[in-house]
T-cell receptor, first 114, second 115 residues
Framework: KNQVEQSPQSLIILEGKNCTLQ??????????LRWYKQDTGRGPVSLTI?????NTKSNGRYTATLDADTKQSSLHITASQLSDSASYIC?????????????FGRGTQLTVWP | DSGVTQTPKHLITATGQRVTLRCSPR?????VYWYQQSLDQGLQFLIQ???????AKGNILERFSAQQFPDLHSELNLSSLELGDSALYFC??????????????FGSGTRLTVV
């Protein structure tokens, strides 16, 4: 069964600190993995997208890693800011025969305190 | 602004009623996807349309239906509403029916509250 599991479910850190969010998946065949940031009550916004051959991709203070062998990804946030408080969602796409499907994790709720 | 427009932003209605949510995809996008996100739940895929035709179905209840019109906007109809239908409903669009590496964009959602 294709699944995406994220950990931790929630995380509280102090402003300026770093943190790492985890994503494990069983989706096969794998096409790409995306990390989204979802502010409360808003639509998800894409942070990074990685294919099978990419190990690391950065977007400002966000760095995503992918290990396609172990089917794990992480999102590292450096020098956190109050505006980083949001839900971070890992989404994996398969290479279906007719169309790719997206499989969503339930997200990690990050809270940054001043 | 993502380019995907959803209306209304908020909707409050009573149990048993019927509502219609509207989505205008990003200019040039042919495919529209509908998602439901209940409190503390992940995004649940409901249904996809491509250029007016239904392409994929997810966990969509029989009380729910959708369509995509010739101008490519889409409507999600929810009927016989129950308290458990209270959720955020998101629309996303992409250029084609196949999920490309880029170009998959979410709208800001409609918050439905059933009382």
């Amino acid at each position: 069964k294709n699944q995406v599991e994220q950990s931790p479910q929630s995380l509280i850190i102090l402003e300026g600190k770093n943190c790492t969010l985890q994503c494990n998946y069983t989706v096969s065949p794998f096409s790409n993995l995306r990390w989204y940031k979802q502010d409360t009550g808003r639509g998800p916004v894409s942070l990074t997208i990685m294919t099978f051959s990419e190990n690391t991709k950065s977007n400002g203070r966000y760095t995503a890693t992918l290990d396609a062998d172990t089917k794990q990804s992480s999102l590292h946030i450096t020098a956190s800011q109050l505006s980083d408080s949001a839900s971070y969602i890992c989404v994996v796409s398969d290479r279906g025969s007719t169309l790719g499907r997206l499989y969503f994790g339930r997200g990690t709720q990050l809270t940054v305190w001043p | 602004d993502s380019g995907v427009t959803q209306t209304p932003k908020h909707l409050i209605t009573a149990t048993g009623q019927r509502v219609t949510l509207r989505c205008s995809p990003r200019s040039g996008d042919l495919s529209v996807y509908w998602y439901q996100q209940s409190l503390d739940q992940g995004l649940q895929f409901l249904i996809q349309y491509y250029n007016g035709e239904e392409r994929a179905k997810g966990n969509i209840l029989e009380r729910f239906s959708a369509q995509q019109f010739p101008d490519l906007h889409s409507e999600l109809n929810l009927s016989s509403l129950e308290l458990g239908d209270s959720a955020l409903y998101f629309c996303a669009s992409s250029p084609r029916d196949r999920l490309l590496l880029y170009g998959y964009t979410f709208g800001s959602g409609t918050r439905l509250t059933v009382v």
